[in-house]
């Protein structure tokens, strides 16, 4: 366990947008839930204006600078952002807009960084020239990926394998209007990438929907593609889930020749639909074993398998029912955003004796405050999700960021806030 009782300040940078979008704001929800001061950085606020670059009708070597410009004004935001909010700890998603030079000024300055690098190394390569500039590099997969990076001088690096949300990802009671428009007896939720394309033409005689984008030019398949290929919501994706007799987890694959790979990650969905409560079929994954034991998880490895067990599963809805019930119990043991988070924590906080800096807690600062005031300072504390420990730095942020009325406690924590910034009173 973590070697310190503080709460942290861990900054969130969310990318622009992308499959590891939502993994981030799970991770803030996560970080609240375990009693820290968790801030995302929305960098999607600002994906418009990166857009309307494209606008401008200027040429290419004129557009990349304008572009490249853009991300240096949204990576000294982040730098601003974290003058104000002096994080614990920098918690950047993949595709993060962080810089080389930003995050050589967050080195500068001794805040502590960390990707979570959500991603196949193989396809994604941008790793090798922003990993060595992040103090930690938290990965999805093992070797080689591990060796490469020690090869490139990056040494503290952890396995953090993906994870659901509980308090998101969970059974739903649907309507029998929402059951018609989300049930099938086997559905996919993903992009269009090549294996995908080709495997499921095999899965046209089955009552089959397919949810998701990126299946243009997919002519076999246009009357399975639900919706002309939009992106579905988070939150249809958990009512799809609940819906569905099988969800098949075909993980992607841009090799056309092999639908059925032999990859080591396990993608996001796998977590995601055992905590909904939802029966899936998932290809063979190296990784998987480890995460998931043969009774939680039902797999294939072929396509020939992969028939056999649809039509057995659909046979036998009490056995689906079985296997269901017991990945979501492990999920909800093991593989949780919250279980990844305290991982996290625990790694740097052994690798770091003296992080988190020592901030003074609410019991010291609080006796300033007149007995019914105090009283009431716990009541905030509950509604604000933080815990006693929180510093006072922590519990003036927190306020801020509130709208409406202040009340008796808030004004007074804030009069306080503002006589130590005159007069430079000790917290």
């Known amino acids: 366990m973590m070697t310190t009782s503080s709460s942290l300040r861990v900054l969130v940078i969310l990318p622009f947008y992308g499959g590891s979008l939502p993994i981030g704001r799970y991770c803030v929800s996560a970080l609240r839930s375990m009693g820290h001061l968790a801030e995302p950085f929305e960098a999607p606020d600002f994906f418009d204006g990166y857009n309307a670059l494209e606008t401008l009708r200027v040429g290419m070597d004129r557009l990349e600078y304008l572009q490249n410009s853009y991300l240096q004004l949204v990576s000294t935001a982040v730098l601003a952002k974290v003058e104000t909010f002096e994080p614990d700890l920098v918690l950047a ?9 930003a995050l050589k000024r967050l080195r500068r300055d001794r805040v502590p960084t960390v990707m979570w690098f959500v991603e196949d190394y193989s396809v994604f390569t941008y790793w090798r020239g922003f990993a060595p500039l992040y103090d930690y590099f938290a990965i999805i997969q093992k070797q080689p990926f591990e060796q490469e990076l020690e090869k490139i001088g990056v040494t503290k690096h952890l396995y953090l394998p993906l994870a659901a949300q509980p308090d998101f990802h969970q059974p739903v009671p649907l309507t029998p209007a929402e059951q018609r428009i989300y049930g099938s007896d086997i559905s996919f ?16 005689g089955y009552d089959f929907k397919i949810w998701g984008n990126e299946w243009d030019g997919e002519s076999a398949l246009q009357g399975v593609v639900q919706r ?24 992607s694959s841009i090799k056309k020749d092999t639908l059925v790979g032999d990859g080591d990650f396990v993608n996001p969905r796998t977590f995601e639909l055992a905590c909904c409560g939802g029966f899936q079929l998932v290809d063979r994954r190296s990784l998987l074993p480890e995460l998931f034991a043969e009774d939680e998880m039902a797999t294939f490895g072929s396509m020939e398998e992969l028939f056999r067990k649809i039509d057995h599963f659909l046979a036998h809805p009490q056995e689906r029912e079985r296997f269901a019930k017991r990945a979501r119990d492990r999920v909800l043991r093991d593989h949780t955003y919250a279980v990844r988070m305290q991982t996290l924590i625990d790694y740097i ?3 770091r004796a003296d992080w988190p800096a020592r901030r003074d807690d609410a019991a010291g600062w609080a006796t300033r405050l007149d007995e019914d005031l105090r009283s009431e300072l716990k009541g905030l504390l509950e509604r604000l999700q933080l815990p006693l420990s929180s510093s006072f730095k922590d519990i003036v942020w927190a306020i801020r960021q509130q709208q409406g009325r202040l009340s008796r406690v808030e004004t007074a924590i804030l009069f306080l806030d503002e006589w130590k910034k005159q007069y430079g009173g000790e917290e």
């Open 228 to 251: 002309d290929g939009a992106r579905i919501s988070p939150q249809e994706c958990v009512k799809i889930f609940n819906a569905t007799k099988i969800n098949l987890n075909l993980h």
């Open 189 to 204: 939720l993903g992009a269009g990438y090549p294996n995908r394309r080709l495997a499921f033409r095999e899965l046209l």
């Open 349 to 351: 906080a052994a690798d």
């Open 93 to 101: 998603l993949a595709q993060a807009p962080l810089s080389r030079q």
